[in-house]
T-cell receptor, first 117, second 116 residues
């Protein structure tokens, strides 16, 4: 079964600086999707960035980028120029296949990011 | 706005009471899911529905039932609530939007359920 591990329960960063959140996963598949979700205190799950495994280029979305290392099964999230609004719980997730061809997301346990002014 | 609508947002139940959490999506997605979120555990799949008329168990189905009423609606029922079911519950849907580039999951805003 696929598993997703986030080894940093909590992280902190100074406003305007850069922080990297770690994620590793276990899979025997060759084609898959990986995601980072942000959950602010409002509880809403917000998609931050998505990476398709077949793409060698790392995904970027404005201040957010990933370092996708397929052989190492690593998928870290880098937040540049951190802002107070980036403070949230961040979840790494892997798209896993279910029987019958359907799918689900498997989540890590999350990393709580604090941004200090 | 298009998306996933969950009701209620908050609920307090007494042990043994029953309730149904409602979820509806308007994106014409085939797949719908119920997850629960507990501190330090991330989100865990309770039940899912790959298409209208089908439902299947996820990782933590005990104590729950679901109904896929139509393509839009997917409800989660607690028949006899227990304190261990105190959690935040999320409904989600999944499908391709206008092309694979828009593939992704959309989550509802969550239901905070407390069982006393």
């Amino acid at each position: 079964a696929q598993t997703v591990t986030q080894s940093q329960p909590e992280m902190s960063v100074q406003e305007a600086e850069t922080v990297t959140l770690s994620c590793t996963y276990d899979t025997s598949e060759s084609d898959y999707y990986l995601f980072w979700y942000k959950q602010p205190p409002s509880r809403q799950m917000i998609l931050v960035i998505r990476q398709e495994a077949y793409k060698q280029q790392n995904a970027t979305e404005n201040r957010f980028s990933v370092n996708f290392q397929k052989a190492a099964k690593s998928f870290s999230l880098k937040i540049s120029d951190s802002q107070l609004g980036d403070a949230a719980m961040y979840f790494c997730a892997y798209r896993s296949w279910l029987q019958g061809g359907s799918e689900k997301l498997v989540f890590g346990k999350g990393t709580k990011l604090t941004v200090n002014p | 706005n298009a998306g996933v609508t969950q009701t209620p947002k908050f609920q307090v139940l007494k042990t043994g009471q029953s309730m149904t959490l409602q979820c509806a999506q308007d994106m014409n997605h085939n797949s719908m899911y119920w997850y629960r979120q507990d501190p330090g555990m991330g989100l865990r799949l309770i039940y899912y529905s790959a298409s209208e008329g089908t439902t299947d168990k996820g990782e933590v189905p005990n104590g729950y039932n679901v109904s896929r009423l139509n393509k839009r609606e997917f409800s989660l029922r607690l028949e006899s609530a227990a304190p261990s079911q105190t959690s935040v519950y999320f409904c989600a849907s999944n499908g391709f939007g206008r092309g694979p580039a828009n593939y992704g999951y959309t989550f509802g805003s969550g239901t905070r359920l407390t069982v006393v």
